[in-house]
């Protein structure tokens, strides 16, 4: 159990690094005026807004990863199974569970004496 926690977490991280680093990539909505002035974005691999496009679903599909790795992290974290232990560990608890619980025969004895003295009359 403890590797898939392992596992996600630096998969969960990796996806993180990745989405900061493609925010930084893209620009903001101002930008398109740089590119009237010869910032040259419209040469790129991509054309003008074929990057912009690209990055942009980058970050949607890395940022839905992201979420599913957190709240599986989330979810394994929360709901951990117990540790198995022998056949011995189940005797002591069914053992500490009768010692804690009275019998039966002792129970009622309990209660018969509470309802004798519940049903006396005042002198």
């Not at 630096?10 to 925010?23: H, Y």
């Not at 790129?44 to 970050?59: D, E, I, K, P, V």
Request: net charge neutral.
């Amino acid at each position: 159990m403890d590797m898939w926690v392992t596992l996600i977490l630096i998969v969960d991280v990796i996806v993180a690094l990745c989405i900061i680093g493609l925010v930084l990539l893209q620009h903001g909505k101002g930008a398109d005026v740089g590119a009237a002035f010869g910032s040259g974005s419209s040469g790129s691999l991509f054309g003008a807004t074929g990057s912009a496009n690209f990055l942009s679903r980058t970050t949607a599909v890395l940022a839905v990863i992201f979420f599913i790795t957190t709240f599986a992290l989330a979810y394994l974290v929360t709901h951990k199974p117990r540790a198995s232990g022998g056949v011995m560990d189940t005797v002591k608890e069914q053992a500490q569970r009768q010692s804690v619980t009275p019998s039966a025969p002792e129970a009622s004895k309990a209660e018969d004496a509470v309802k004798s003295k519940a049903n006396e009359v005042p002198k």
